[in-house]
Every structure is written in structure tokens, then in C-alpha cells.
């Protein structure tokens, strides 16, 4: 029997056909001790014949955290409703709490490190990705 869900998170059928592009992570760099906030952004068009609603998810994995983490933490998501060839831009808004973590002393705390964010229709379908840089200083 395989590890793998049979239906995983998000999935979903649809009568049409979506691409994601364009994705954009500003700023790609933060300081682990100034909150601010995150802009993402991508491209997301209806490539099939029919008018369809697709739910854009972003999942947020920090590469290597001080503790163990969840390969991927949906942090996100946004159903869009377009018309076939209609193309739009997704934009989500991440505060510095999308990236905090508890410690071993049960403590909210960001580590510095890489996360790698993900977009897509499910959390296997990941179409889009992007790094987002943690700093200490």
C-alpha cells in the first residue's frame, strides 16, 4: 500500500484546463527580528474551453528548520473564477507570522533559513516555485 494519500488536499476535478506563471516574491529577503509583511504574486490563466473556478493554494516549507516541520503548511489560498483564455494576477500577503515556528521551549520564534514557497491547485499539484530568504541581521 503506498505512503501517498489517494485524494490529497485540495484536489478537485474541473471541466477546464489552468497555468500558473509569472510567480513574484517581494521582498525574497527578510530580517528574522523585523516583522513585515510578504507580497507573492502569480499569474494564473484559463487554458481550456470552459469557464472554470480554480483555487489557488500557497504552501509555505522552511528547508532546514531547528525542529521538525511539515514538508508543506498551507498558508493561503484564493478561489478564482475565469473565462476561458481570461488571465489574472493572484496576490497574496504574508506576515511574519506565516513563517514562526514553536521551539523546543515553547516559544514563537523564525529561524534564519531558506523557506521555499509553492503555488498550485493542490498540495501535490504544485505548479509555481520560489525561495524566500531569512536573515539574522
Given at each position: 500500500?503506498?505512503?501517498?494519500?489517494?485524494?490529497?488536499?485540495?484536489?478537485?476535478?474541473s471541466y477546464t484546463d489552468f497555468k500558473y506563471s509569472n510567480m513574484h516574491i517581494d521582498p525574497e529577503r527578510?530580517?528574522?527580528?523585523?516583522?513585515?509583511r510578504t507580497q507573492?504574486?502569480?499569474?494564473?490563466?484559463?487554458?481550456?474551453?470552459r469557464a472554470g473556478v480554480e483555487t489557488v493554494q500557497l504552501y509555505v516549507h522552511e528547508r532546514f528548520a531547528p525542529i521538525s516541520t511539515p514538508v508543506k503548511q498551507l498558508r493561503a489560498f484564493q478561489r478564482v473564477a475565469l473565462e476561458p483564455?481570461?488571465?489574472?494576477?493572484?496576490?497574496?500577503?504574508?506576515?511574519h507570522d506565516d513563517f514562526v515556528l514553536l521551539d523546543q521551549g515553547m516559544l514563537w520564534m523564525l529561524a534564519p533559513?531558506?523557506?521555499?514557497i509553492m503555488i498550485g491547485n493542490s498540495s501535490a499539484g504544485v505548479a509555481v516555485k520560489g525561495t524566500l530568504e531569512a536573515t539574522s541581521n
Open positions: 500500500m503506498p505512503g501517498s494519500p489517494l485524494y490529497p488536499f485540495g484536489y478537485g476535478l527578510m530580517s528574522v527580528s523585523t516583522p513585515m507573492v504574486s502569480v499569474d494564473i490563466e484559463n487554458t481550456g474551453r483564455g481570461q488571465k489574472k494576477t493572484v496576490a497574496f500577503a504574508l506576515s533559513g531558506t523557506f521555499d
